[in-house]
């Protein structure tokens, strides 16, 4: 799942992001209201976490506009205000949860699970190939009823193939979409890392779900290719 913060002191965003990304979580940053509008609208997210004392435009006003064009976007605002007439203006605005400064990074982290167990379907927050199946919320990935501990990179890998899944993906759509990168300079880290997921999850099993396309990418199935 892919998070937008929005914050635009440095060191927070930082530690969000390090955070966050421990997690599983793909974390993209906008550091000011103009960045955070741009991005919320153009590209796809799971959520937003949204700070209010934005540079460029206010953190208010970048709520309503993302939530006037994207009405399901989850939306935690993280902020210093604490007034309550701040709490209302922002959940009337369209913020589904309200968290202010200095806060617990574990209850952001449970904060974050709700929202996104709240708004997804339960076909987008499980996702099941055969017998591969993927919590997306809760970050955990099983196969035949075992455990597979997964890194964060590789975690998105799979995601992403698994949200393919009988489509064929070229490295270069891999690096757009996991390593976030419009180029394809990095396609040999894509084979690295298709390799270490293929030892964690097709190793031991007969069916090998992560197939090659040859001269093309790659492909996750149920069956052989």
């Known amino acids: 799942m892919r998070i937008l913060v929005v914050e635009d002191d440095k060191a927070v965003a930082g530690f969000l992001k390090k955070g966050l990304e421990a997690e599983q979580y793909a974390v993209d940053i906008a550091s000011d209201g103009e960045e955070a509008r741009f991005m919320a609208e153009e590209f796809d997210y799971d959520l937003v976490v949204l700070d209010l004392n934005l540079p460029r435009v206010d953190g208010f006003e970048v709520l309503s506009q993302i939530r006037a064009k994207k009405s399901s976007l989850p939306i935690l605002v993280l902020t210093a205000r604490v007034q309550v007439k701040d709490r209302v203006n922002g959940l009337d605005r369209g913020a589904d949860d309200y968290l202010t400064k200095p806060f617990s990074f574990s209850e952001l982290s449970a904060r974050v699970r709700a929202l996104l167990r709240r ?100 492909q996750l199935g149920d069956t052989e290719q």
């Open 119 to 218: 708004s997804g379907r339960p076909s987008e927050l499980v996702l099941r190939i055969g017998d591969l199946e993927m919590d997306r919320v809760e970050r955990t990935v099983k196969r035949g009823g075992r455990r597979i501990e997964l890194t964060p990179k590789e975690f998105a890998l799979l995601e992403y193939l698994m949200r393919n899944v009988g489509r064929r993906v070229t490295r270069t759509m891999i690096v757009e979409h996991v390593w976030n990168l419009s180029f394809d300079t990095m396609t040999n880290v894509v084979d690295v890392y298709i390799n270490y997921l293929r030892k964690k999850v097709d190793e031991g099993f007969d069916h090998k779900l992560i197939q090659t396309i040859r001269g093309v990418g790659y």
